[in-house]
């Protein structure tokens, strides 16, 4: 299956639940956000906070990816990439259905000036924040978390409902993104790249570790 058929089925699938089987809106939804936004953790259920801010690290990874890539089509990667940064999945994956992927082969990859916002993408520091990032909040998840809680949140809150779908699909896309990154970089490596599995920090070990693009002679 191509990435652009996987992300339209998964981006109509969470549209369809979104809107059709989600929950009903929650009282307090706007105080939850706002508590995890400002990091602050009383009250609110180690997995949920893991998961919700995760979601303001998948996207830079996903911006990371995206561009920096050559331009193989009419449609610019800037907007989506705005977008997913409040949207996620759901403003995100309408470009991967529109995107034509650039040639895996090398030698059709000339070494191009690029603009600060890619050159900032393509940058390892930024890459090591994110992984301290991801693994900071998998790892309160995974010590602190309650997954019993976690799944009746899931049950009865709209917003805890619809962002771990969220969550989920940019998890799973990431790492086919990854791999044509990968390849049209050269050096893909299949036991590696099973890495870029783990969610978000897996998207992030690949960005601190990937090939840069060539600079201008």
Request: aromatic letters at 12%; a positive charge.
């Amino acid at each position: 299956m191509g990435l652009r058929v996987l992300a339209g089925l998964l981006w109509l699938g969470l549209v369809v639940e979104a809107f059709g089987f989600a929950p009903a809106a929650t009282p307090g939804t706007g105080a939850m956000i706002w508590k995890m936004l400002s990091l602050q953790t009383q009250g609110i259920e180690p997995w949920v906070f893991a998961i919700f801010n995760s979601l303001g690290i998948a996207p830079m990874v996903y911006a990371c990816l995206l561009l920096p890539e050559p331009k193989q089509s009419k449609v610019p990667a800037w907007p989506f990439v705005g977008l997913s940064f409040f949207l996620g999945a759901f403003g995100l994956f309408p470009y991967l259905m529109l995107r034509h992927p650039p040639a895996s082969d090398e030698s059709e990859n000339t070494a191009r000036a690029l603009s600060f916002w890619q050159r900032l993408s393509e940058s390892k520091i930024l890459a090591g924040f994110l992984l301290a990032g991801g693994l900071a909040l998998m790892g309160y998840g995974l010590l602190q978390g309650d997954v019993q809680a976690f799944a009746q949140a899931w049950k009865t809150n709209q917003l805890v409902h619809i962002m771990s779908l969220d969550f989920t699909v940019l998890a799973l896309v990431c790492p086919w993104l990854i791999r044509q990154d990968w390849k049209r970089r050269g050096g893909f490596h299949t036991g590696l790249w099973l890495l870029t599995w783990i969610p978000v920090v897996g998207g992030a070990i690949y960005l601190l570790l990937r090939p840069s693009t060539p600079a201008p002679e």
